[in-house]
């Protein structure tokens, strides 16, 4: 089992960035592919991004590519989220999750995740 902790989140005007972490207990953290998701009020959870084991291969959401790199240190036990050119639509609730799975790549459906975070706040303001 990994406990997961996230941080780095808070209130930012638009166009600015955030670097959200994310860190793992444990000793078989680069044993899971690791995902970042968020939620918005008023709406379901949604994917983000997210990393395979070695960090040799991500995924993004459409709307964040080119703005967003997720990234991993194994080393660490941690996974990051580096958010720039922010945009209010951005606002959310951001979680860090972990995937125990021995699939190749990792998956952006929220329901194969095994662990979650407790989660944090990103705020852009307009």
């Known amino acids: 089992q990994v406990q997961l902790v996230e941080s780095g989140g808070g209130l930012v005007q638009a166009g600015g960035s955030l670097r959200l972490s994310c860190v793992g207990s444990g000793r078989t953290f680069s044993s899971y592919h690791m995902g970042w998701f968020r939620q918005a009020p008023g709406k379901e959870r949604e994917f983000v991004a997210a990393?395979?084991?070695?960090?040799?291969?991500?995924v993004y959401k459409d709307s964040v590519k080119g703005r967003f790199t997720i990234s991993r240190d194994n080393a660490k036990n941690t996974v990051y989220l580096q958010m720039d050119s922010l945009k209010p639509e951005d606002t959310a609730v951001y979680y860090c999750?972990?995937?125990?799975?021995?699939?190749?790549?990792?998956?952006?459906?929220?329901?194969?995740?095994?662990?979650w975070g407790q989660g944090t706040q990103v705020t852009v303001s307009s």
């Open positions: 990393i395979g084991l070695r960090g040799d291969y991500t």
């Open positions: 999750a972990a995937d125990r799975t021995s699939r190749p790549r990792p998956s952006q459906a929220m329901g194969v995740y095994d662990y």
